[in-house]
């Protein structure tokens, strides 16, 4: 699925988290929000899961509107920062979650329920862990458990925030090489948003360089490098 | 030497001296027995001085009767009504922002640090015979004050804030992020309400639940003033052991006294059963 955000504005209050912004998102492709804390990005992610609504502007979902979409007609896969597990429920629950809220008709057989959650968790690399509680797990158990609850709805897109931001350096660069894999296996168009220019640069087709509610830059990780837009550009890629 | 060392401290570095730990549990064991336990044992002996025949005629009296049977529907209606408000309350201060949050949060508490007397006299003013609301519902045959709707409306005022109070701390810890994941999952309101939402917050929803139950059941000086206490008929068991306590009937008064402080005792042992028999679950999920 490709996605076209057109001058989209959020206002929180008196404050303004984004001045009009567009962007194009080729289908497919594995894009980088990338900032610090405060430039907008994780509300721009927010805005493409139907989590908040935009002051002005309009998201396109494979050229149709989709601003008005609520959050559940959008089925965008959410990682979310803390991945936000479902604390009482068995990590085969959480990933079955998805499945057993679709509407009767369209929701799987309890067989078929317990064929996807398996594949999936087989697909994370952590096939035997469904009986468990997310707070048996170790943080990078969790962040892969949340991914694969996210994918269990067979998205249209993949939406991170910040998906390895509470994870030692290690595990980190594990994930990241896991994240790229699931990327290429499914071919689903993926957002992620991140502080950590090397992980975008690393990780990304297409680095968007956020600040201050404003997109500073859009280019591949080596453009960006070789003839950064700004100052403000060359300054935080250069860390 | 530094092996030696370690090994002549074997305990922990926050573990006070055992002489200070024996005075403080010992402290505490003694005012507890003082306290709680000794005037609980001291209502039970009372009501068992002339033997259990005399403790359960005075309980089977068909005005003890009456006022169980009272207490018991008033705790029935007011905890559910209560459970409900409160869910809805705390769900609203912790999931949304709106303009007089912090009004809605003083009023939630308006009932703690208002007497429960005022709160009674209010009652009596708003719907009393000598209001103008009071006289037409009298009018039309609705009789609220002296009579059991009254005593409805003053229980559910004075424990309205128990379920609330216990919910909003555990609902704002926990924050938005689980509701908002259901949601991107495809879940709509009323799915994520019974499988995210509920579950998380159950032990705190029980645990205002009992407080708000023995509250309703003990309430003494809202509804006193509302009841005009007309016995068999407005009389609930707080009340009905005031009345007989004043006309010298201490058995009954101390036998129906020992029956409400079981009905609390009764409540918090369930509470217990149910921490022991979940307490496996309740260690996973909340170490996350």
Redesign the interface.
Known sequence: MFVEIEEIAKEFGTGRALHPVSLSIPSGALIALLGPSGSGKTTLLRILAGLEFPTSGRVLFDGRDATGLSVQERRAGFVFQHYALFRHMTIFENVAYGLRARKRRERPTEAEIGRRVNRLLELIQLPDIGARYPGQLSGGQRQRVALARALAIEPRMLLLDEPFGALDARVRKELRQGLREIHDTTGLTTVFVTHDQDEAMELADLVVVMSMGRIEQVGRPADIRARPASDFVRSFTAA | MSDTNLMTRPTPVTTEPRLARHILIGTVVTLIAALLFAPLMAVFAEALRQGWAASFEGLTSPDARAAMRLTLIVAAVVVPLNAVFGIAAAWAITRFDFRGKAFLITLIDLPFSVSPVVAGLALVLLFGANSWLGAWLIDHDLRIVFAFPGILLATLFVTFPFVARELIPVMMEQGR??E?????????GW?IFF??TL??IRWALLYGVLLCNARAMGEFGAVAVVSGKIRGETTTMPIMIEMLYNEYLSVAAFSLAAALALLALVTLLLKSLLEWRYAD?LA?????
Do not use: D, K, S, Y
């Open positions: 992020a689980e908002e994941a259901a949601l991107t999952l495809g879940a709509g799915r499988t995210v579950p998380n679950l996973i999920t909340r170490r996350h």
